[in-house]
């Protein structure tokens, strides 16, 4: 089944059940604690805040997700993607766990022939939150899920909060077993590459309060929400790797081509070398995920969404010569996204000739100094190991940063290749520290001029942008 099938039964069931059908929302949203969208909750926050009433008791959405976090997996993992599509269904006070268990385990497990995508039952499984009895009843009731297939665990996978006082509560994972081949028995508690996780639903029935200290779970639960909300996602990504019985999330029908054309490009074959197969994975997904953060408004830069940008884009550079492709590739790779992506997200086409420019424009300036960075790159490598370490300077990192545009996980990369570290908290030092400086030498100009109003006014739009490190993206918190 193609990725828009699965979508499309996902809104029809749906919207056959009383969902309002929400457009997705741009992966750049107003919102102090996240970079991009990364779940399909995001614009429906004021609603489950109480911030605003919400327009409908239900809602279903094909939200566009990035998750800059999962970066370091992908290629590597069978299932994360940077950018992926979360599908979603919601009820704000309307119904709860009963409803939301019900709706899922029907879409799943009907029959291909009557609207749903025909999982096997017997290979599903579940988690609940420890002491979520409710939930695991439910899965019994409404699914006739055995206990055995009913797994519990603790605060940090199955309670969700927002991190900060609000609506809490338990979630249950949804996880289909790929069968002894893809690794260990027993369920997900045990093996998660076996059993794949599908699809999570929130339970919001709590009331949340300060954090206690700096652990993610630490924090009472003040009592019960005077409404339960219902908050769910879906990896459409996910169901398709299993409904077209591919190995893994980067062969499926939206995302493959981009292989394709790298192995046009490098004639060299996907599945013949296992390092050769990451670099492949990870061309497509990040020459997916750029095509579609540029299309939303993102433009390569040293700061923030701009920096993450910049990273996916020159590492797809990257792993194509090491593909021993020399030659521009990120305008081939953009018209293949979007020709695949195209028919869910037409402003890819609309948009295709800035998109396009945006792309060609960094690959060019990254060209025009990866050779000389690599030479630095590699002496410096000689050096330190010549001195007997093992361990890169950060002063060399900031470096290659700032004079070559070479994103600290790029340095991190070459250096892991060698079997060398970096020592990043040196790179961050230099950073501040450059930072500090600029931010000196913009006030002192500011007091020179009589005239300040641009800046102002580029600070009422961008905020005072900080440079956030590779670490700190990492951060960036998981919503659902
Ligand atoms: P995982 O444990 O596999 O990293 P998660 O628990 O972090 O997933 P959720 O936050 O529960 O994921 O997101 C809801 C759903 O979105 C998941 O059940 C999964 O199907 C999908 N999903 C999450 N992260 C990714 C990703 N990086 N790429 C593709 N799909 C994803
Ligand atoms: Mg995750
Ligand atoms: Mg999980
Ligand atoms: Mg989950």
Same mark, same amino acid.
């Given at each position: 089944?193609?990725?828009?099938e699965?979508?499309n039964?996902?809104i029809e069931?749906?919207?056959?059940?009383?969902h309002?059908v929400?457009p997705?929302a741009?992966l750049?949203?107003?919102?102090?604690n996240?970079?991009?969208?990364?779940?399909?909750?995001?614009?429906?926050?004021p609603?489950?805040l109480?911030?605003?009433?919400?327009?409908?008791?239900?809602?279903?959405?094909?939200?566009?997700?990035v998750?800059?976090?999962d970066?370091?997996e992908?290629? &590597?993992t069978?299932?994360h993607?940077? $950018?992926?599509?979360?599908a979603?269904?919601?009820?704000?006070g309307d119904?709860?766990?009963?409803?939301a268990?019900?709706?899922?385990?029907?879409?799943?497990?009907?029959?291909?022939?009557?609207?749903?995508?025909g999982?096997?039952?017997?290979?599903?499984?579940v988690?609940?939150?420890?002491n979520d009895?409710?939930?695991?009843?439910l899965?019994?009731k409404?699914?006739?899920?055995?206990a055995?297939?009913?797994?519990r665990?603790g605060?940090?996978?199955?309670?969700?909060?927002?991190?900060v006082?609000?609506?809490?509560?338990?979630?249950?994972?949804?996880?289909?077993?790929r069968?002894p081949?893809?690794g260990?028995?027993?369920?997900?508690?045990?093996?998660?590459?076996?059993?794949?996780e599908i699809?999570?639903?929130?339970?919001?029935?709590?009331q949340?309060?300060?954090?206690?200290?700096?652990?993610k779970?630490?924090?009472s639960?003040?009592g019960p929400?005077p409404a339960q909300?219902?908050?769910?996602?879906m990896?459409?990504?996910r169901?398709?790797?299993?409904l077209q019985g591919?190995?893994n999330?980067?062969?499926?029908?939206?995302?493959?081509?981009?292989i394709?054309?790298?192995?046009e490009?490098?004639?060299?074959?996907y599945?013949?070398?296992?390092?050769?197969?990451?670099?492949?994975r990870?061309?497509a997904d990040?020459?997916?995920?750029?095509?579609l953060?540029?299309s939303?408004?993102v433009?390569?830069?040293?700061?923030?969404?701009?920096?993450?940008?910049?990273r996916?884009?020159?590492?797809?550079?990257?792993?194509?010569?090491?593909?021993?492709?020399?030659e521009?590739?990120?305008?081939?790779f953009?018209?293949?996204?979007?020709?695949?992506?195209?028919?869910s997200?037409p402003?890819?086409t609309?948009? $295709?000739e800035?998109?396009?420019?945006?792309?060609?424009?960094?690959?060019?300036?990254f060209?025009?100094?990866?050779?000389?960075?690599s &030479?630095?790159?590699d002496m410096a490598?000689?050096?330190?190991?010549?001195?007997?370490s093992?361990?890169?300077?950060?002063? &060399?990192?900031?470096?290659?940063?700032?004079?070559?545009g070479?994103?600290i996980?790029?340095?991190?990369?070459?250096a892991?290749?060698?079997g060398?570290s970096v020592d990043?908290?040196?790179?961050?030092?230099l950073?501040?520290e450059q930072?500090?400086?600029?931010?000196?030498?913009?006030?002192?100009r500011?007091?020179?001029h009589?005239d300040t109003?641009t800046?102002?006014?580029?600070l009422?739009?961008h905020?005072t942008?900080?440079?956030?490190g590779?670490?700190?993206?990492?951060?960036?918190s998981?919503?659902?």
């Amino acid at each position: 089944m193609q990725t828009h099938e699965i979508n499309n039964r996902f809104i029809e069931h749906f919207r056959n059940t009383g969902h309002t059908v929400v457009p997705s929302a741009s992966l750049i949203l107003d919102d102090p604690n996240l970079l991009f969208v990364n779940a399909g909750m995001v614009q429906f926050k004021p609603y489950f805040l109480g911030e605003v009433p919400a327009p409908y008791p239900r809602a279903t959405s094909i939200q566009k997700c990035v998750r800059t976090a999962d970066i370091d997996e992908v290629g &590597k993992t069978t299932r994360h993607n940077t $950018f992926f599509q979360m599908a979603g269904n919601f009820s704000f006070g309307d119904y709860f766990k009963e409803g939301a268990i019900e709706h899922a385990w029907q879409l799943i497990t009907a029959s291909q022939d009557s609207g749903g995508y025909g999982l096997e039952p017997d290979r599903i499984w579940v988690t609940v939150y420890n002491n979520d009895d409710e939930a695991a009843r439910l899965w019994n009731k409404v699914a006739g899920l055995p206990a055995e297939r009913i797994q519990r665990r603790g605060m940090d996978d199955n309670f969700w909060s927002m991190n900060v006082p609000g609506p809490c509560g338990p979630s249950s994972e949804i996880y289909y077993d790929r069968g002894p081949a893809y690794g260990q028995e027993g369920g997900p508690l045990v093996d998660e590459s076996r059993y794949i996780e599908i699809w999570n639903l929130v339970f919001m029935q709590d009331q949340r309060g300060e954090s206690t200290g700096p652990g993610k779970s630490d924090f009472s639960v003040l009592g019960p929400l005077p409404a339960q909300n219902i908050d769910t996602g879906m990896g459409v990504e996910r169901v398709a790797c299993l409904l077209q019985g591919v190995e893994n999330v980067y062969e499926t029908d939206l995302v493959r081509p981009v292989i394709n054309m790298a192995e046009e490009l490098s004639g060299r074959r996907y599945g013949a070398d296992p390092n050769d197969d990451v670099r492949f994975r990870v061309i497509a997904d990040h020459a997916r995920t750029g095509v579609l953060l540029v299309s939303d408004g993102v433009t390569p830069s040293n700061e923030t969404r701009g920096y993450v940008l910049r990273r996916l884009l020159r590492r797809i550079v990257r792993s194509t010569r090491l593909l021993g492709v020399h030659e521009p590739v990120l305008g081939e790779f953009a018209q293949v996204v979007r020709d695949a992506m195209a028919p869910s997200y037409p402003e890819l086409t609309t948009e $295709f000739e800035r998109i396009d420019s945006v792309m060609r424009n960094e690959e060019e300036a990254f060209l025009a100094t990866l050779s000389a960075g690599s &030479k630095i790159f590699d002496m410096a490598a000689t050096e330190t190991r010549r001195a007997g370490s093992t361990q890169l300077p950060g002063s &060399k990192a900031f470096q290659l940063h700032d004079t070559y545009g070479f994103p600290i996980d790029l340095t991190l990369e070459m250096a892991a290749e060698q079997g060398l570290s970096v020592d990043e908290q040196g790179f961050r030092d230099l950073m501040s520290e450059q930072r500090r400086r600029a931010k000196e030498d913009a006030r002192a100009r500011k007091t020179a001029h009589a005239d300040t109003s641009t800046y102002r006014s580029l600070l009422d739009e961008h905020g005072t942008t900080e440079f956030i490190g590779y670490t700190d993206l990492q951060a960036q918190s998981r919503v659902l």
